[in-house]
């Protein structure tokens, strides 16, 4: 059985989804952030060097990246779930947007979240970081257009990946310019297998409003 090294409002979240949308057995070790710092605890390090979640434990490997983590899973769970075929443009298109979500488009909600404890010292940063996280929503939501999912229109891995950045673009008021990103975030936490996988781990800091 998988093991999910879980910490709280993380992305190791979509981790949980994923598995809940196949199917697939799973255990979840939780663990919580400091309340003062909201750091990870040590615990984690006993799993991982860097101490990072999500993690997961399955048949004696350690996995770690939420990206190898998610191709881990469908390769060796999905039978075939959640991938378009190999070798097709679809496939190629599914490993870019994989790979974008913690590449690129997490890099800058991280900087606002880093340089934001600098107080007035993070000003002449902030403006750069806010264009670039405009930037990455926006090519987001150009890419999604009034498709339901980012590939071939249904859900894939790579959906599973985008979903965080979805949530996060939302609930910090980008979703008004940006609707469709909105209507996404909100499609991905109504489908049950999140609400099972959320309903796991309350409360989500990062669950929209209904």
């Known amino acids: 059985m998988i093991i999910v090294h879980h910490l709280n409002n993380s992305r190791s979240q979509r981790i949980l989804w994923l598995l809940e949308e196949l199917g697939t057995p799973y255990e979840i070790k939780h663990y919580t952030r400091d309340a003062t710092t909201n750091l990870a605890p040590p615990e984690l390090k006993a799993i991982h060097p860097l101490g990072k979640s999500p993690v997961i434990e399955d048949a004696g490997t350690i996995v770690f990246e939420s990206g190898a983590i998610t191709d881990w899973i469908l390769r060796h769970h999905g039978h075939g779930r959640l991938i378009p075929q190999q070798g097709t443009a679809a496939h190629e298109d599914y490993l870019m947007w994989l790979h974008f979500a913690e590449g690129s488009a997490m890099t800058p909600f991280l900087l606002a979240l880093y340089t934001a404890r600098l ?8 403006p750069r970081i806010q264009e670039q996280i405009g930037a990455h929503v ?11 999912w980012l ?29 469709n990103i909105a209507a996404y ?9 999140w609400r099972t996988a959320a309903s796991k781990t309350e409360p989500y800091s990062f669950r929209l409003p209904d």
């Not at 107080?119 to 902030?126: K, M, S, V």
């Not at 926006?138 to 339901?148: I, M, P, T």
């Not at 990946?161 to 609930?171: G, K, P, R």
């Not at 975030?185 to 297998?193: E, F, I, L, S, T």
């Open 151 to 179: 590939i071939e229109n249904r859900l894939t891995g790579a959906d599973i990946m985008m979903s965080f950045i979805a949530e996060i673009a939302t609930l910090q008021g980008l979703g008004a310019h940006f609707p």
């Open 185 to 193: 975030a909100r499609r991905v936490q109504a489908r049950p297998a």
């Open 119 to 126: 107080g007035e010292a993070a000003a002449p940063l902030a």
């Open 138 to 148: 926006a090519y987001f939501s150009q890419r999604l257009g009034e498709n339901d």
